[in-house]
């Protein structure tokens, strides 16, 4: 009212007061989206939700906004198996589907089913893991339909949304030919783990590189990963990097960015011995889905050079995890070339009416390494570390070396020579560490340099 405690307002309040008020009225707030969308597509009649939320916003015809329960009269569990049935029935040609409501629900093109019309699937919103959305986009592509759906994904060119707009494609690529039956689906989905960025090999690239943005004049420049130019780099940096001296565009790169990521509550920015220091959590230090959530509330100039770095640094942890040979490839294709023999077939099954037979198989692989193979292992990994930028010195490392004590292969007259790869280095350091191969085992095994030079002295081809 116009009452404050026992004293009217004043001539001046109660006209603050009713401006404010017809302000309020005159305001039109913007429509919850998904109401908006059902809207816009016809409305009820013509659109089947099946989400989540137990009610929603109507609108009379005097232009009021309700909320009303979904569904009516009817259960709630009920209301999305009912408007599923409509969806398929025929009686409504529209379907929107959430994350939350989409476990078990098949909308294919059924042939049993009376809408028989060819799937077109549209996702809004890209989930960060892939495989949650292949199995959001199974439930318009399953058995016994009549036509193969057509996906539309509607992406931002955001750095976080276009990743994995781009990892989602690939695996659709393989989801008709899984379905299909084809065998070349098995070597697709192979290449598919260098896509996914919500895995052991994301988390250990997000530790890395808050580690060099929580201490930047601490931090080392990491071979193969590149440093993006940015608005906030100095003229000096910028000369220094064209002269390749990166360090101060790394300093000045990680010193920003301790704003940008405090500033979306990913650690906090305090003073330190040589500028500033970010704190993060160690809860957070390997938390993909977080950090991708956030940085998509960082401005999109920061939030581009962020995420650019950060793929840059994965496909560096992912490359040395493949130097290292730590890294799985999945599954994949036994080919001719391969030094492969079949060890042991077992008959588990025969069909009585055809005959047919099915087989457990163990394939042998023959583990050596030749020396034309270790030649052209040597040759492959001292041209990759030059394209990375390592120092000669630290290449010249990756050579073939003898044992200091024991000449001799086993006791044999064969003299035993080992191939060093370098799959993690340290500037100015003996920590190194080097994949030893032998002739008889080309998995390996790990030293540090120091413990290598102890061991090993080096040879000539």
């Known amino acids: 009212g116009d009452v404050l405690g026992d004293q009217e307002l004043p001539p001046a309040l109660r006209r603050v007061k009713l401006m404010l008020l017809q302000l309020v009225d005159s305001m039109e707030l913007p429509a919850n989206p998904l109401d908006q969308l059902i809207d816009l597509l016809g409305g009820e009649e013509e659109v089947a939700e099946m989400t989540g939320r137990k009610g929603m916003l109507r609108k009379d015809q005097d232009g009021r906004v309700e909320y009303v329960q979904r569904g009516g009269d009817e259960a709630q569990k009920m209301v999305n198996m009912i408007e599923k049935d409509m969806f398929m029935k025929d009686h409504k040609r529209i379907a929107i589907i959430s994350e939350a409501a989409s476990t078990g629900i098949s909308l294919q093109a059924d042939r049993r089913a009376a809408n028989q019309r060819r799937r077109f699937h549209i996702t809004l919103e890209l989930p960060w893991s892939a495989d949650k959305a292949i199995q959001q986009f199974g439930r318009s592509h399953r058995s016994n339909q009549s036509s193969a759906p057509i996906y539309s994904m509607l992406v931002t060119k955001c750095g976080g949304e276009y990743r994995f707009a781009g990892a989602v494609a690939k695996r659709l690529q393989s989801l008709g030919a899984l379905l299909q039956g084809d065998r070349r689906a098995l070597g697709a989905s192979s290449t598919l783990k260098s896509y996914d960025v919500d895995n052991k090999w994301g988390c250990d690239a997000l530790q890395k590189m808050y580690s060099q943005i929580e201490d930047p004049y601490n931090a080392c420049i990491v071979a193969g990963v590149a440093l993006p130019d940015a608005p906030f780099h100095s003229r000096d940096a910028l ?105 042991h077939e077992e008959v588990v099954h025969t069909d009585a009416a055809t005959g047919a037979t099915t087989s457990y198989m163990e394939l042998a692989v023959d583990d050596g390494l030749s020396w034309e193979d270790a030649l052209l ?56 560490t080097f994949r030893v191969l032998r002739p008889n085992s080309v998995s390996g095994s790990f030293y540090k340099e120091f413990n290598m030079k102890d061991l090993y002295r080096p040879v000539s081809d």
């Open 239 to 343: 000369h220094a990097g064209m002269a390749g001296d990166n360090q101060p565009k790394l300093r000045e790169f990680a010193t920003h960015m301790q704003t940008t990521l405090a500033g979306v509550g990913i650690g906090s920015v305090v003073p330190g011995y040589n500028g500033t220091m970010l704190t993060i959590d160690q809860k957070l230090a390997r938390d993909i889905p977080r950090f991708l959530n956030r940085m998509l509330g960082m401005p999109l100039t920061d939030q581009k050079l962020l995420f650019d770095y950060f793929v840059s640094m994965l496909d560096s942890v992912i490359k040395e995890a493949r130097r290292a040979g730590r890294y799985e490839d999945g599954m994949i294709v036994v080919n001719s070339q391969m030094k492969v023999k079949v060890a």
């Open 377 to 432: 292992l040597r040759d492959e990994h001292v041209a990759q570390l030059r394209a990375d930028g390592v120092s000669e010195e630290e290449v010249a490392k990756v050579t073939f070396y003898k044992h200091r004590r024991y000449d001799k292969y086993g006791g044999s007259s064969f003299t035993l020579v080992i191939l060093s790869l370098l799959v993690e280095r340290r500037e100015r350091s003996s920590l190194s």
